[in-house]
């Protein structure tokens, strides 16, 4: 007689990557699948958000605001599920719930981590991972965005800059630059999300193709990268600037290597220039203003969303990596069931 257990599968950090991670450093687990015990859920991850951020955790970069990831740890990330066994009453079996237990087919959680979701807010539950508060908070809250402003975001392409240039225009700003990595990219965010121009950050020297990008200056930076483009931001800016300092993407795609920085810092004081560095997390209560937004903005077919979907649990590693290198175009995300 044979018996079958269910099993499920989960990516744990293999080794810590001395720079950029291979994809050796990551290693796929089966294992029995859990069940809920009191207070617990067990949840059907359906998506999981690719995020480079994830990057620091697992090359353990001093200074983050999250703890890194420890060698044999399943990694974890924003995931969205549905609860397939509950423990918890306030909690239904079959309710859509938003967690950080992704990276994981099937995850146990304690019922107060998660929030239960509307499963028709969406298209699609993927819709729930977007990164557009982020970029709400840092352009109302961090950079005080006002009406005709200029703005200029970083990695205009990606998940947090695509919402970013479409929101900067949405709340009034003037004029709204972004910068990417190629042609294709360029041409997408002019002609897909209304940006007035790119410019391509690997075109020397940088800080030129900014100032005629920008030939009356640029009132905020939402700054997804570091280094040299923030320095040549710095050099671009008006008097009494704003910079919401969001990412490290030269940095994490540097392998961790800290970049040179922005350098002298002479004409961030004759210029009065704010540089704030922020996290979402200490937000979270701009979510429901934001979500209400959001959703006028989508009923008036005002914002477009740009999402990268992968299958597979076993393709999640190749995907986080490729998103850094710039394979991708908007917010990616990993189909673990359907
Ligand atoms: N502060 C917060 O609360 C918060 C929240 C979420 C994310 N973040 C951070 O914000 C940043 C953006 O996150 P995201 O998820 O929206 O990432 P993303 O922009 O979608 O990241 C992928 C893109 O990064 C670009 N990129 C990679 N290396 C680059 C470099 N050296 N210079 C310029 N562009 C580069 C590539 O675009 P190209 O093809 O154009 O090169 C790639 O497509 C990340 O650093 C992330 O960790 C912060």
């Given at each position: 007689?044979?018996?079958t257990?269910?099993?499920?599968?989960?990516?744990?950090?293999?080794?810590?990557?001395?720079?950029?991670?291979?994809?050796?450093?990551?290693?796929?687990?089966?294992?029995?699948?859990?069940?809920?015990?009191?207070?617990?859920?067990?949840?059907?991850?359906?998506?999981?958000?690719?995020?480079?951020?994830?990057?620091?955790?697992?090359?353990a970069y001093?200074?983050?605001?999250?703890?890194?990831?420890?060698?044999?740890?399943?990694?974890?990330?924003?995931?969205?599920?549905?609860v397939?066994?509950?423990?918890?009453?306030?909690?239904?079996?079959?309710?859509l719930v938003?967690?950080?237990?992704?990276?994981?087919?099937?995850?146990?959680?304690?019922?107060?981590?998660?929030?239960?979701v509307?499963?028709?807010?969406?298209?699609?539950?993927?819709?729930?991972?977007?990164?557009?508060?982020?970029?709400?908070?840092?352009?109302t809250?961090?950079?005080g965005?006002?009406?005709g402003?200029?703005?200029?975001?970083?990695?205009?392409?990606?998940?947090?800059?695509?919402?970013?240039?479409?929101?900067?225009?949405?709340?009034?700003?003037?004029?709204?630059?972004?910068?990417?990595?190629?042609?294709?990219?360029?041409?997408?965010?002019?002609?897909?999300?209304?940006?007035?121009?790119?410019?391509?950050y690997?075109?020397?020297?940088?800080?030129?193709?900014?100032r005629?990008?920008?030939?009356?200056?640029?009132?905020?930076?939402?700054?997804?990268?570091?280094?040299?483009?923030?320095?040549?931001?710095?050099?671009?800016?008006?008097?009494?600037?704003?910079?919401?300092?969001?990412?490290?993407?030269?940095?994490?795609?540097?392998?961790?290597?800290p970049?040179?920085?922005?350098?002298?810092?002479?004409?961030?004081i004759?210029?009065r220039?704010?540089?704030r560095?922020?996290?979402?997390?200490?937000?979270?209560?701009?979510?429901?203003?934001?979500?209400?937004?959001?959703?006028?903005?989508?009923?008036?077919?005002?914002?477009?969303?740009?999402?990268?979907?992968?299958?597979?649990?076993?393709?999640?590693?190749?995907?986080?990596?490729?998103?850094?290198?710039?394979?991708?175009t908007?917010?990616v995300?990993?189909?673990?069931?359907?």
């Amino acid at each position: 007689m044979t018996s079958t257990t269910a099993t499920t599968r989960s990516i744990h950090l293999a080794a810590r990557p001395a720079g950029f991670p291979e994809l050796t450093d990551f290693r796929m687990v089966e294992h029995p699948m859990p069940s809920a015990e009191a207070g617990r859920l067990l949840i059907r991850n359906l998506f999981m958000s690719i995020d480079p951020g994830s990057l620091m955790r697992i090359g353990a970069y001093p200074g983050i605001p999250m703890p890194p990831f420890a060698i044999g740890d399943v990694l974890s990330g924003d995931a969205i599920g549905e609860v397939i066994e509950s423990g918890d009453p306030t909690v239904p079996e079959g309710a859509l719930v938003l967690h950080r237990l992704g990276w994981r087919e099937h995850a146990l959680a304690e019922a107060q981590t998660v929030r239960v979701v509307d499963p028709d807010a969406y298209p699609s539950p993927s819709g729930y991972l977007g990164f557009g508060l982020v970029a709400y908070v840092g352009l109302t809250l961090v950079a005080g965005l006002t009406a005709g402003d200029t703005v200029f975001v970083s990695s205009a392409a990606g998940a947090t800059g695509s919402m970013a240039g479409q929101i900067a225009r949405l709340l009034g700003a003037g004029r709204v630059v972004g910068s990417v990595g190629s042609p294709r990219k360029a041409a997408y965010i002019v002609d897909e999300l209304g940006y007035d121009t790119a410019v391509d950050y690997h075109d020397e020297p940088f800080v030129d193709r900014l100032r005629a990008a920008a030939p009356d200056g640029v009132d905020v930076y939402f700054d997804n990268v570091g280094g040299s483009q923030l320095r040549a931001a710095i050099e671009v800016m008006n008097a009494g600037g704003r910079i919401a300092l969001c990412g490290a993407l030269a940095r994490q795609r540097a392998g961790g290597e800290p970049d040179a920085g922005p350098g002298d810092l002479l004409s961030v004081i004759g210029k009065r220039l704010t540089l704030r560095g922020f996290t979402t997390l200490d937000h979270l209560d701009l979510a429901p203003e934001f979500g209400r937004k959001l959703r006028e903005w989508t009923a008036a077919g005002d914002i477009v969303r740009t999402e990268t979907v992968i299958d597979g649990l076993e393709n999640a590693p190749r995907a986080l990596l490729d998103a850094v290198r710039g394979r991708y175009t908007g917010k990616v995300v990993v189909r673990l069931a359907r």
